[in-house]
């Protein structure tokens, strides 16, 4: 749990630094879209329409309405706050498993999400225990988030770890800190410090697949 707070927090600095009308990673999104999503993903029961289905509509439509009152700064601070502030108590995530799995890539990610979407972007440095669970949780959902790729993927760590996140007769080596491979396989691959390595083919196969979001 130790890691959610400071990432919550970190990620609603971020927010208020870069303003609402600043670009993100997220197509489409300026910062106040990304405010939006992350309150009503744990403030309303519309949020089970980010799943898509029946409530993907109306969850679009408030997502929406909450961006365009936060195009003023007051409005926008008033929204990063509530996110800041933590979920409400009839929220799946108020429940410290479920909020531990679920909003630490979240929050790593959406943070960078940010950060990156400008030329001047650096990478972090991270805490060594923080990147460990960056990885861990990596490791859980690789083969959820490689599943359109019609080729293997092996994830590498610059200490020589690796993780078989995808089989197949042939495969690519993405190379990367645990952060940064978290990065890809969450869709930002342009914006991701890697290296792949893989015979040419396979290389194609994998910038062919759909990126995850």
């Given at each position: 749990?130790?890691?959610?707070?400071?990432?919550?927090?970190?990620?609603a600095?971020t927010?208020?630094?870069a303003?609402?009308?600043?670009?993100?990673?997220?197509?489409?999104?300026?910062?106040?879209?990304?405010?939006?999503?992350?309150?009503?993903r744990?403030?309303?029961?519309?949020?089970?329409?980010?799943?898509?289905?029946?409530?993907?509509?109306?969850?679009?439509?408030?997502?929406?309405?909450?961006?365009?009152?936060?195009?003023?700064?007051p409005?926008?601070r008033?929204?990063?706050?509530?996110?800041a502030?933590?979920?409400?108590?009839?929220?799946?995530?108020?429940?410290?498993?479920?909020?531990?799995?679920?909003?630490?890539?979240?929050?790593?990610?959406?943070?960078?999400?940010?950060?990156?979407?400008h030329?001047?972007?650096?990478?972090?440095?991270?805490?060594?225990?923080?990147?460990?669970?960056?990885w861990?949780?990596?490791?859980?959902?690789s083969?959820?988030?490689f599943?359109?790729?019609?080729?293997?993927?092996i994830l590498?760590?610059p200490?020589?770890?690796?993780?078989?996140?995808k089989?197949?007769?042939?495969?690519?080596?993405?190379t990367?800190?645990?952060?940064?491979?978290?990065m890809?396989?969450?869709g930002?691959?342009?914006?991701?410090?890697?290296?792949?390595?893989?015979?040419?083919?396979?290389?194609?196969?994998?910038?062919?697949?759909p990126?995850?979001?």
């Amino acid at each position: 749990m130790r890691f959610v707070p400071p990432s919550r927090e970190m990620l609603a600095e971020t927010l208020l630094a870069a303003g609402p009308s600043a670009e993100t990673l997220c197509d489409g999104w300026e910062c106040r879209h990304l405010a939006a999503h992350l309150v009503l993903r744990e403030h309303h029961p519309l949020a089970a329409g980010i799943a898509g289905g029946p409530l993907e509509k109306p969850m679009q439509r408030l997502l929406h309405k909450w961006a365009d009152e936060a195009r003023s700064i007051p409005g926008y601070r008033r929204l990063v706050e509530r996110f800041a502030a933590g979920p409400s108590s009839f929220s799946p995530f108020s429940i410290g498993p479920v909020e531990r799995a679920a909003n630490l890539t979240e929050f790593f990610v959406h943070t960078e999400d940010v950060r990156r979407a400008h030329d001047t972007w650096a990478p972090r440095v991270l805490d060594r225990e923080y990147s460990e669970r960056l990885w861990s949780a990596l490791t859980r959902v690789s083969s959820l988030l490689f599943r359109g790729a019609d080729v293997g993927v092996i994830l590498v760590r610059p200490d020589g770890k690796r993780y078989v996140a995808k089989k197949a007769a042939t495969s690519v080596a993405i190379t990367g800190e645990p952060a940064e491979l978290l990065m890809f396989g969450s869709g930002r691959r342009s914006h991701a410090l890697v290296t792949l390595e893989g015979a040419d083919d396979a290389l194609a196969l994998l910038a062919e697949a759909p990126a995850s979001h």
